[in-house]
Every structure is written in C-alpha cells, then in structure tokens.
C-alpha cells in the first residue's frame, strides 16, 4: 500500500512596441527546450523564394536574437519565410491565425497566443518580419501545450508519476511547414478518447452559463424541476413523476445512488454553477493533455474521482468494476504504470506509516493484536500479515511497479463497494470484480483461478504482455447523449488546476 503521500527568445527591434514588452516566460523556456539541439530544417520546397530584401530583413531579426534557437530555425530555411507568400499571409497562416484564436475552445486562454496584426497592402519589411516571428512564436508555444499540457503536473502535486514523452515537435513542425499545412498538423495534436467530448461539453456549459439554472432548496419542487430541464433531464413543464425519473436520471449520470431523494449530496451536485462546471472540464482537458495519445491496444483505466475502473480493449471494455481509492487524507497518486504480475494468495507487508500510525498504538493497547490479526514481525523489526480470510490484500494483488508503492488488490471486506463513498483506502485501489479482471488478463478460466486460489499458496502470474495502468482522476465523465457527468472534487485537484489556469490567462490578457 502506499504509504506518505507518496524560449522562446525576447522580440528583435523588428517587433511592435507591444510585443517588445514581452518577457521570457517560463513555458517559453519550456518551448526553447522543446527545440534545443535541432540544428537542421529542410528548407520549403513548396514556396517560392522570398524577395531578397524580405529575407535579409528575417536574417537581420533573427540573427540578433538572443536565442541561437531562432538563428538555427530561419537558417536552415535559407531565412525564407513561414507564413508569407508575395508578401500576404499564406492560406496555412489563416488557418493558423484562426486556430490560435479559437484557443479557448481547447481551455486555453486565447490570449496567450496573441500576435502581431496580419501586414496591410505595402507593408514595411520591418512589420512583415514581426508578424512572421509572432506567428511562429504562438503557433509553436500551442503545440507544446498541445501535446504536453500548458501546466506542469510536478508543479501542481507532488504525487504525479508519468511517462516522460521526447518531444520531436520542433521537427514536427518543421515538417508541416515545408509542406504548408501547420494547421494541420496543430489539429493533430487533439487527444482522442473522451477529449472530443469534453471539447464539446465545453462549449455546451459556457452557453448555459449565461443562463444560470436556478439553485435548488430541499421542497423546492418548481425550482428543482427548471435545473433538471436547464440541463436536457427532464422537458420544460414535466410532470412530478417524470421530475422524480429526471432527478435519477442526473443521480446516476453524477455516480451517485439513483434513489430520487433530494439529499445533501444531491443537492450539492445539483447547485454547482454551469460556468464552475465549464472550468472544471477545462482542468480535465489539461489531464488529457499530460498522457500520451497511444494508451495501447490492452489498458486498464482507473478513474479514481469517480471511484471506478474499466479494463479496455481496442476501445471496448469488457470489464468494468467499482474500486475504493485513497481517503482524502490518504489520496491515490495520479499515476502511469505497467501491471506486470499477479500474486495470489499474497502476503502484506505493512508500510511502515501503518506500522507507526495504526499498528503500534494497538499494540500498546492489546499485546496480542498482532496475532489475533494474523500477523507477525519479521527479524528486520518489519509486520507482515500471512495470506488468509484476514489478509488486507485478499487473495488477489496485481503487481504494478511505481514509486509510490501503490496497487490494485482484493479485500476481504465487500460492503464498501456498495457506498457513494468510497474514498476509504491509503492509496492503494481495491478492486470490486478484481477475480475477473485477473483470470482475463491471465488468460485463465474463473474456475483455474479459484483453483489456484484454494490451494493457499502464495505464488506470482506474470502477465504477457504487461498491460498499462493508467491511474487518472476524471471529474468530467461523457455519458450517453449529449448527458454529461460529474464527480466530486475529493482531493481538490480540479480547485487547484483551475486556479492554476486562471493565472496563466490573467497573465497572458496581461502582456
């Protein structure tokens, strides 16, 4: 079990008095990093050369800037431009300009792609020149945050473990552009999955934001009837009993017991604004972006705000199953893993936090607790706990190596499978149908996996291939339709992503 918790170079005198004011920021260092060491471009074959004067004057920018970044990339281009053409925006520079524009449709901050207004009839050397840099600046700054996120995860938490992605987006762009179709290629970098979705569901709450549905008291039956219809569950002017289907409708939309009472939790789900609801889809946008767009053929998905797991396969999921996750003291990391292994009938070896936290208070306490419990210490001064009906772990445990010592297990107690609930665990994820999900990634029957099980002996089942084991935190679920879905912000991650990215956009609207 898991135990603790566990550039872009400044503007040349090319660029306007505004953009001169611009500061190296941290992403575009970032960004200069994403590029360091390409020292090669095949120049554009596609363009015709550029007029002299025009690229003298992109040599006489880019070789004073203080980047070596921009001397290499225009260098290699014979210092031809990207985005001109008889000295007009090209059509990929339009497409472009209009994808940067349309940012906040990705939950982005448009503004942080600002650029330098497309050139005039005539214009001057020096304005083609700032408007070529501005351009290749934000069209570069949005296939980083694109493709990896505009936020850093270890900066947010410090329980995060992903895979690190090489970043071969400098040749990648390169690439499209002698080929003209960088819109293209930026189109591209949408994650697929559920991202589509939640695109849409984006722009859906934003709309019902203008028109605030209305908060709901306990008896407020009127009330309680005009939320269910603002969202698609019921009809304007609904019956009460169809009032009544509706709210269970949103109930398990929600991944709550559809029981159609107006409990306290119900009406919390119920009462949070749509624009709220809109800024939390932007947080779940963002952690699509941290994870690689090939999941693999075979993964297993945890979703741990919604308490829940499903193992898919070529974009199926013939397994699907309820799961307990980390207390909100106790969080389940935000995790990217292999399940190489499963150990059955194992034994538990205590994390020392359970150790000083739980079992020596105990132990002070009842002198025999130890082995009424089944347990025993090792000569190292450890607790182990022997494989039986007692044993924490069950008699399942898949072997999933991380830094923070988490896993997915079984557990000899079922009942906390059956509450809204289930945020009890130390991190690790217990798993409601976790005989199932074994004996298929095994390869086994249901009946050679309860035989291996009854013998009693602990023994290890590779898994071949090893599947990956995303273990994510979705609050924004598609559901059937256009009904979407939301799950409680148990560990404040969603509060803190959005927070996050209202700085990034105040800063930008401020540059």
């Avoid at 119900?266 to 939390?280: F, K």
């Avoid at 071949?464 to 991650?493: E, H, L, M, N, S």
């Amino acid at each position: 079990m898991r135990h603790g918790t566990a550039g872009i170079p400044a503007r040349s005198s090319f660029m306007t008095s505004t953009q001169q004011t611009l500061r190296i920021s941290a992403l575009g260092v970032a960004v200069i990093a994403v590029i360091v060491g390409v020292t090669f471009f095949r120049p554009n074959e596609t363009r015709k050369e550029a007029e002299p004067a025009l690229q003298s004057a992109i040599m006489s920018s880019v070789d004073r800037a203080p980047s070596a970044y921009w001397r290499d990339f225009y260098r290699a281009r014979a210092y031809q431009p990207i985005w001109l053409s008889a000295k007009r925006p090209t059509k990929d520079a339009t497409a472009v300009m209009a994808l940067l524009r349309q940012a906040g449709d990705q939950g982005l901050p448009a503004d942080r792609y600002a650029l330098d207004p497309p050139p005039p009839a005539k214009a001057t050397d020096r304005s083609l020149v700032a408007f070529e840099m501005s351009l290749t600046r934000a069209a570069l700054i949005y296939a980083h945050d694109m493709r990896f996120g505009m936020l850093k995860p270890g900066a947010l938490f410090d329980d995060v473990s992903l895979p690190k992605r090489a970043d071969d987006s400098a040749e990648k762009f390169q690439d499209a552009a002698s080929q003209g179709n960088v819109a293209d290629y930026l189109k591209s970098l949408e994650p697929a999955g559920p991202y589509g979705a939640l695109k849409s569901a984006l722009a859906r709450y934003r709309a019902l934001s203008a028109h605030p549905w209305p908060q709901v008291a306990a008896k407020d039956d009127a009330a309680l009837a005009a939320r269910l219809a603002a969202e698609g569950y019921a009809p304007s002017g609904a019956t009460p009993p169809a009032v009544r289907a509706a709210l269970k409708d949103f109930q398990a939309a929600n991944g709550m017991d559809p029981d159609g009472k107006l409990d306290e939790k119900t009406l919390s789900m119920l009462n949070i604004p749509a624009a709220e609801r809109a800024r939390q889809i932007a947080a779940n946008m963002e952690r699509w972006r941290w994870l690689p767009r090939a999941l693999g053929p075979r993964y297993v998905m945890v979703n741990v705000a919604g308490a829940s797991l499903a193992l898919v396969e070529d974009g199926t999921a013939p397994i699907t199953s309820r799961v307990v996750v980390g207390a909100p003291d106790k969080p389940t990391p935000i995790l990217a893993t292999e399940a190489v292994a499963v150990t059955l009938n194992p034994v538990w070896h205590l994390p020392k936090s359970i150790i000083k936290n739980e079992i020596e208070p105990k132990l002070d306490k009842d002198s025999d607790y130890l082995e009424s419990k089944d347990m025993e210490r090792t000569d190292d001064g450890d607790i182990i706990q022997r494989p039986g009906p007692q044993n924490a772990l069950g008699t399942v445990k898949f072997e999933m190596p991380n830094g923070f010592d988490v896993y997915m297990h079984d557990t000899p107690s079922k009942k906390a499978f059956w509450s809204d609930d289930r945020t009890l665990s130390h991190g690790c994820v217990r798993v409601e149908r976790i005989n199932d999900l074994a004996a298929h990634v095994l390869g086994l029957s249901e009946d050679e996996l309860k035989e291996k099980i009854a013998s009693g002996e602990t023994t290890r089942q590779p898994i071949k291939p090893a599947v990956p084991v995303y273990i994510q935190y979705w609050t924004a679920v598609p559901g059937d339709g256009t009904r979407f879905g939301f799950r409680p912000d148990v560990y404040q991650r969603d509060a803190r992503m959005i927070a996050a990215l209202d700085r990034r956009s105040h800063l930008a609207s401020a540059q």
